[in-house]
């Protein structure tokens, strides 16, 4: 992994719930230049735990001086963001890793439709400054629930194709109504909950639209869920996961090689063969095919549990 | 130092000669007495002084009179070079990594002077002066991919990322190894590898794209490939074949260590910042049997690869007919001696 110590530069408070950060190069320098829709991992050291959490960069992608991104508090999470919410201040020195875009434009598109919930603007913030300098035709559709929630709102610029849609003020987004009268060769890209990307999935599904130019990313973090038991048939250690660490969190703090970029069950670089399985695996990854998961002969240690007697894997 | 350039051609009179310094730094592919592909991909991250994996894009006593022969080939097809709407953002991005890395690793070459959008390129091989906008296809004479491609040795493709897969979607093509951008163009990377042998089966393709989709930023790799080539000819397309596949008839005993090369492709992969496209270049180097001989080293050990070679590579890579020839000639230079282990020649302080 490419990774360099970096230094927050700025915090700022956009909602009760949502922070900015921007880093910088601790002597200035440029940082490498991304394409709208990259993430970056960042990592914080939690006492004795390392924890790694990927965030969308929603800074100008042409713009090397630092990189920014917002973070939600999840206060049910696994600790991530309450630890840059709390710990993580201006001047603090943090672990980077390089962009990586598992959510990039598909720049064949006549059109491109941007279709945001909540925390989902994030990856969209950078992908309009991209379109707005290629000077791409798009729109953007951002649904929040109420605008004290609406973090996207302080950094969103103020423009006829981005289209704010507040459900408490009665203007709930609706996907088809903007799918509908788009021209051919639209992409549409969504990122949000699961209930807005099921949405904007169905109503291209009911235009008929094709289905590769629907894109989506869903926000996945880890799911925190009971201790279990696994066994690595290489190494030949048996390590218990805890209830708020992944398997991959777990692999990596008994010091067990494992490759990984997204860390959120999207890119497929950490799959692991199963060597044995008495239990059931819980998939909570966009990668393997169902076949795969009912199989049970491979799992994404990023974001899958297990519950059940013996979990044998080939690490 | 200041890097002296040859006059050669490339065609009809191949007049093309490599310099006993050129051999020295010839990236010999054989790490060991025998050959089968792998996913030989490494970092490329410089390497030792003085060989074409210093650099990040290597310049060497060829450039310019590659650069003219590729002139001559995009002049009668224009083809050559592709690029699809879309990909012309990646264009920008591989003209800013060539004007980089040239202009820092070869001050004395190359200069790049940046004022915002505004900037001044000179290339002194070649000749070239020109100010220009960053991302404004206007202020240049051609489309960024083609512009930058005239003034960097080897192929390029420019490789789009969509779907779980690849596609060459641009590309700048006059001196492969018997394939065709025209061709290729807008193929995804299975598409594009059926007709390698094996390969397949052996599960290569599906491990290498793995690796391609994950490539991070800053972190370039590289591989070398290789095939034998009658004649120091660039154009190798099957455009031209019927103008170079005769030629393999014109190999005897007595002229096969001057006529055969060895032609080495070192090749690259760049995650491109603003596209996240991949770039793919493809550098090419040629030796003669004759050039490679004189460090007995590679004499052994390449008549050994050749003569053990199996049978379907040796088609592949088009070469068969004048086979029995070229091991006959190398065993002359083979006395049963074990090699050392990699690449480099044992005689030279590289």
Known sequence: ??????????????????????????????????????????????????????????????????????????????????????????????????????????????????????????????????????????????????????????????????????SEEGNRLDPGAILAHQPLGTHVYTCGPEGLIVGVEDAAQRLNWPKDVFHSEAFLSPPPGKPFTVTLTRSGLTLTVAPNQSLLEALEAAKVEIPWSCRGGACGRCETEVRSCKGRIAHHDHWLEDAEKSAQTKIMPCVSRFEGEELLLDR | MTMQFNDETFRDDYTYRNSP???????????????????????????REGTPFNKRFDVDEHYVSEMRDRAITLADDPLRCQSLP???????????????????????????????????????????????????????????LEYIT????????????REGNL?????????????????DVGMNFFEWHAPVPKAHEMGIFQRALKFLLALPL???????????????????????????????????????????????????????????????????????????????????RLHRVLRDLPDELADYKGFTVNRPMIVDYLSKFDDGVPTSAGIYPDETGL
């Not at chain 2, 310094?21 to 390497?47: C, K, T, W």
């Not at chain 2, 005239?150 to 990322?161: E, F, S, V």
Request: overall charge neutral; proline content about 7%.
């Open chain 1, 1 to 166: 992994m490419t990774s360099q110590m970096l230094r927050v530069a700025e915090v700022e408070v956009l909602t009760p719930l949502v922070k900015r950060f921007r880093f910088e190069h601790p002597e200035g320098k440029t940082l490498p230049l991304f394409s709208g829709g990259a993430h970056v991992v960042v990592e914080m050291e939690d006492g004795e735990t390392l924890r790694r959490n990927a965030y969308s960069l929603i800074s100008d992608p042409q713009d090397g001086s630092g990189y920014e991104i917002a973070v939600r508090r999840e206060d049910r999470g696994r600790g991530g963001s309450r630890f840059m919410h709390t710990k993580v201040s201006e001047g603090d020195p943090l672990r980077v890793n390089a962009p990586v875009n598992l959510f990039a434009l598909d720049l064949r598109a006549r059109k491109h439709v941007l279709i945001a919930g909540g925390i989902g603007i994030t990856p969209f913030l950078a992908q309009l400054r991209q379109l707005t300098r290629l000077q791409l035709p798009f729109e953007l559709h951002y649904a929040a629930r109420s605008r004290a929630e609406a973090a996207g709102l302080k950094l969103l610029p103020q423009a006829p194709m981005i289209q704010v849609h507040l």
């Open chain 2, 21 to 47: 310094e050129a051999i020295r730094r010839f990236p010999f592919p054989f790490d060991q007495d025998s050959y089968m592909y792998s996913v030989n991909l490494e970092p490329h991250a410089g390497g």
């Open chain 2, 86 to 144: 879309h990909m012309e953002l990646a264009g920008w991005d591989f003209l800013e990594l060539v004007m980089d890395s040239k202009a820092e690793d070869y001050p004395d070459l190359f200069s790049l002077t940046k004022d915002g959008d505004r900037w001044h390129w000179v290339n002194r091989p070649l000749g070239i002066e020109q100010r220009f906008t960053f991302l404004d296809p206007t202020t240049l004479p051609c489309g960024p």
């Open chain 2, 150 to 161: 005239r003034q960097t040795q080897g192929d390029h493709a420019l490789l789009d990322q």
């Open chain 2, 167 to 183: 596609w060459m979607d641009a590309g700048m093509v006059t001196s492969q190894a018997d394939w065709s951008l025209d061709f």
């Open chain 2, 218 to 300: 800053s972190k370039p790799s590289r591989r070398l490939n290789w095939t034998l080539t009658v004649n120091p000819r660039l154009d190798t397309s099957p455009e031209n074949y019927h103008k170079w596949g005769p030629e393999k008839r014109t190999v005897t005993p007595e002229n096969v260590g001057a006529k055969q090369h060895l032609r080495v492709e070192l090749q690259t992969l760049w995650r491109l910042p603003r596209s996240n496209a991949i770039a793919f270049p493809i550098r090419g180097y040629l030796a003669s049997m004759e050039d490679l001989t004189t460090l007995p080293k590679w004499g052994r």
